[in-house]
């Protein structure tokens, strides 16, 4: 992975410094709120219902077992021992005091991190496929990109002064598992007719109030032209972006004003009067970057042996998290395991300190050192060899985190919600808890079926783009939950349609409960529900749902 | 129970690690709900601009003004918001 250089350190370790006097200054009242409040949000730290929130970056969901162990440690000296991994491959830790954030981004700093630009109307952090290189379906490793894009957009001038927030995700596989739609700019790595690899451009996507599927702009852009063309969308964005209206401010609404096409000679246009030399990615720059990201051990390993074998045999538990959790890897004989943070009856995207520090001395017996995040809150071992797969799985299991749900109706996506969050309207964690422990008993049966709750109207559960989705809302002091059915954030990417009136918290296992049925009922051969609710449309499920009203 | 039990308090997060905590009948903050200061809405612009003064730094960040009631002998916030804010995570 990348390591910082001379110049990257020095920089981190002087915002530190910088942001260690400003708390001083707040804390001696030489600043006001108004003053320090855009200061804390440079470097991550908001104030919500209970204590200060720091978010911390983690770029394109890649991390060190250094870096994981000293994130444990922080929840372990500085939180109240857990942290929360988030749909932006990030962690959030919940229960911070302001007086000891400059500590906690002086121990960012020791492991090459931070929290700059996880707020506020910047460039976030580029996500990426966590499978990336490791998947078998990929063209190439798109993380040297991710790379390549974070350190060109980081405190860029041109983006200090955004419309709102832009978010970039990069996928280099053919199945996408980085929500690539639903992003400002979406970048797929494709082959051309000549066989040259570039990306295709999407623009335009993104959740929110106002829930988009990003929209082809390019069909293909060479690598040497990357950052060229997507500076030229950002001052497209610049130049038109609404600053006049929040709910109105993002690139998505921009696209929607002027339509793809006038988007598209818009970029177009501003793209050819620019100076492409100056931006050009030159074959060598990207395969100085690629040497920070090798390619996995080379060395095939044997795909079996008797150990897994028997364990295959003897352990059901094992077999099923096999077949669940782990999917092919490029190299023969490795697999990459998925450990999920989804425990029915506990909180999606959890994790304590004791189990981040297991995770990482996994990843270090076993894994070459790296872990990922998922933007689904999981974590990713992506270089295990299959032999040491039940090594792996009965350490994760006697940490309670070798739950075989990945891709099952109990590995939900779920916001901290009213529990923690000053925006959310209800809670998400408690149904997500419920629904959890109510379906898993038969989820195997159900097959792939993917719940997203998100609190309030700012989607970060994604409750768009999930099989079902629910939206808290709050009705006169009371939770209800609006149910949309039919979304998908793969490469089939939908947007999911409220099935009728919102439902009591109350109601909600129930309601899910009476959709799966239906389903079950509906399904032919091997249908995934997005696929039975395309056929069979909304009606059946809204009968079945509003019966007995 | 009356729409005339209905009273308010002044809550904030305490500046220095986030609490929430909520204006005293001495004039101070605490972490306790039932330790608010509850006075009925004519007074309470009173009650939020004298927790807003004071030299700085203030102690608290953003106070503001929500309904409760005492329920024998005890605070409760009428919206489940401040009822998570009081009383922590319901999880």
Redesign the interface.
């Known amino acids: 992975m990348y390591r910082y250089d001379s110049f990257d350190t020095r920089f981190i370790a002087e915002r530190v410094a910088q942001y260690r006097d400003q708390v001083r200054r707040?804390?001696?009242?030489?600043l006001?709120?108004e003053e320090f409040r855009p200061l804390r949000l440079m470097n991550g730290l908001y104030?919500?219902?209970?204590?200060?929130m720091l978010r911390i970056a983690i770029p394109y969901g890649t991390l060190s077992s250094r870096q994981l162990r000293q994130l444990g440690h922080i929840a372990r000296t500085w939180d109240r021992g857990f942290g929360h991994f988030t749909t932006r491959q990030n962690i959030q830790f919940h229960w911070?005091?302001?007086?000891e954030t400059p500590d906690i981004l002086a121990a960012l700093a020791e492991v090459e991190m931070h929290a700059i630009q996880t707020s506020g109307n910047s460039f976030r952090n580029t996500t990426t496929d966590p499978f990336a290189g490791a998947a078998i379906d990929e063209i190439e490793d798109p993380r040297p990109y991710c790379e390549i894009i974070r350190q060109w957009s980081t405190l860029h001038p041109e983006f200090s002064f955004l419309p709102r927030k832009f978010k970039i995700a990069v996928s280099g596989a053919a199945n996408d598992r980085a929500a690539v739609r639903v992003h400002d700019i979406g970048l797929y790595l494709r082959r051309n007719a000549a066989g040259e690899v570039g990306f295709e451009v999407l623009v335009g996507g993104g959740l929110g109030r106002t829930p988009i599927l990003a929209e082809t702009i390019r069909d293909f852009i060479p690598k040497r032209d990357l950052l060229s063309y997507i500076e030229a969308i950002l001052r497209i964005y610049n130049q038109y972006g609404r600053r006049d209206n929040l709910y109105k401010s993002r690139i998505k609404i921009l696209v929607q004003s002027l339509g793809i096409a006038r988007m598209r000679d818009e970029v177009e246009a501003e793209w050819t009067a620019m100076d492409h030399a100056a931006l050009a990615l030159p074959d060598e720059a990207i395969a100085e970057m690629a040497q920070f990201f090798p390619p996995p051990d080379p060395a095939p390993a044997p795909a079996d042996d008797d150990g897994f074998g028997a364990a295959l045999e003897t352990e059901p538990g094992f077999a099923r998290w096999v077949e669940q959790n782990t999917a092919p890897h490029k190299v023969r004989g490795h697999a990459i395991v998925t450990i999920s943070l989804k425990e029915p009856g506990l909180?999606p995207g959890d994790c304590t300190a004791e189990q981040m520090d297991l995770v990482a001395d996994l990843a270090d017996r076993y894994g070459q050192g790296e872990i990922r995040v998922t933007h689904e809150q999981n974590l990713v071992l992506p270089q295990i060899r299959r032999v040491d797969l039940p090594s792996v799985w009965r350490a994760l299991g006697a940490a309670r985190l070798a739950t075989a749900n990945v891709a099952l109706a109990s590995n939900i996506i779920a916001c901290p919600g009213?529990?923690?969050c000053g925006l959310a309207n209800a809670?998400s964690?408690?149904v997500a808890?419920r629904l959890a422990v109510a379906l898993a008993p038969r989820e195997r049966e159900i097959g792939d079926l993917q719940i997203k709750i998100s609190g309030c109207i700012n989607a970060c559960g994604h409750h768009h783009v999930g099989h079902i989705g629910l939206l808290g809302v709050d009705k006169n002091?009371e939770?209800f939950y609006q149910i949309t059915l039919g979304g998908s954030a793969d490469a089939n990417a939908a947007l999911g349609a409220i099935v009728g009136p919102a439902v009591k918290s109350e109601d909600v296992v129930h309601s899910v409960d009476t959709i799966v049925d239906v389903y079950l009922k509906l399904r032919t051969g091997g249908e995934r529900f997005p696929e039975t609710y395309r056929r069979v449309g909304n009606k059946p499920f809204k009968d079945a749902l509003y019966a007995a009203h | 129970m009356a729409e005339s039990d209905v009273k308010r308090i002044v809550t904030a997060n305490r500046l220095r690690d986030g609490i929430p905590v909520y204006r005293t009948l001495d004039g101070g903050w605490s972490a306790a709900i039932d330790d608010a200061r509850l006075v009925v809405e004519e007074e309470s612009e009173a009650l939020l601009a004298e927790a807003q003064s004071g030299p700085p730094p203030l102690p608290v960040v953003a106070p503001y003004l929500i309904e409760a009631r005492r329920v024998e002998g005890k605070v409760r916030p009428l919206t489940l918001r401040e009822v998570i804010r009081a009383f922590g995570p319901t999880i």
Not at chain 1, 26 to 30: D, P, T, V
Not at chain 1, 47 to 52: D, E, G, K, P, R
């Open positions: 707040r804390l001696a009242g030489q006001t709120e104030l919500q219902l209970h204590a200060y911070i005091k302001l007086e909180t009213l529990d923690y809670r964690i408690p808890q002091g939770e």
